[in-house]
């Protein structure tokens, strides 16, 4: 079964360090989203991406953040300047796209960002 | 405001018995999911319901959604302890096209007891 995968599974930094976070989606979707996870918080929206542009990014989603498709499957999180706020757990998703208001969101494994 | 609130938040329950997890939210969606998350993993789609469904099967799953309550519940029948893991709700909102953006509650912690 098609699944979205993630790298690298845990990532260490220093702050002020730029990170990139990579994950391929599900080969025929067209929809895709980075999701953070604080430690024993809820999951929150960060960015929705579609037709090679942001379609909805939210508060969090500051200059500090970017994402891109640089391909024809990766699609990649790059946080330009790390702070010791940023340390979480980063997911992945992505959606097909063919159903209108109800397209399933399916998420990778999760790349865990620990900033020093 | 706050979404996908579920409760409990903590559910302990002896195998074979059911679980019943309940999620409230305040406003309109577009669908709701439910996802299953084992121990600092990934998240795990379970099943999406619809705004104009008010009742969905799959497998030993069963959700309901009732829109005039704004609130939703999730039954795992005959639990076994491999569905042991947090449990979350997560209201859909369509943005532009299909995009849609999921807000998600803070989850609930199911045990079942071997």
């Known amino acids: 079964e098609p699944e979205v995968t993630q790298t690298p599974s845990h990532q260490v930094t220093q702050m002020g360090q730029e990170v990139i976070l990579r994950c391929v989606p599900i080969?025929?979707?067209?929809?895709f989203y980075w999701y953070r996870q604080i430690l024993g918080q809820k999951v929150e929206f960060l960015v929705s991406?579609?037709?090679?542009?942001?379609?909805?990014k939210s508060e969090i989603f500051d200059d500090q953040f970017s994402v891109e498709r640089p391909d024809g499957s990766n699609f990649t999180l790059k946080i330009r300047s790390t702070k010791l706020e940023d340390s979480a757990m980063y997911f992945c998703?992505?959606?097909?796209?063919?159903?209108?208001?109800?397209?399933?969101?399916?998420f990778g494994p999760g790349t865990r960002l620990t900033v020093l | 405001s706050q979404q996908g609130e579920e409760d409990p938040q903590a559910l302990s329950i002896q195998e074979g018995e059911n679980a019943t997890m309940n999620c409230s939210y305040k406003?309109?969606?577009?669908?709701l999911q439910w996802y299953r998350q084992n121990s600092g993993r990934g998240l795990v789609h379970l099943i999406l319901?619809?705004?104009?469904?008010r009742e969905k099967h799959s497998g030993r799953l069963r959700v309901t959604l009732d829109t005039s309550k704004k609130s939703s519940s999730l039954l795992i029948t005959a639990s076994r302890a491999a569905d042991t893991a947090s449990y979350f709700c997560?209201?859909?909102?369509?943005?532009?096209?299909?995009?849609?953006?999921?807000?998600f509650g803070k989850g609930i912690t199911l045990s079942v007891r071997p």
């Open positions: 998703a992505s959606s097909s796209g063919t159903g209108v208001g109800y397209d399933e969101q399916f």
């Open positions: 080969s025929n979707h067209l929809y």
């Open positions: 991406f579609y037709n090679n542009e942001i379609s909805e």
């Open positions: 406003t309109s969606i577009n669908n």
């Open positions: 319901i619809r705004s104009n469904e």
């Open positions: 997560a209201t859909g909102l369509l943005l532009t096209g299909a995009n849609s953006k999921l807000t």
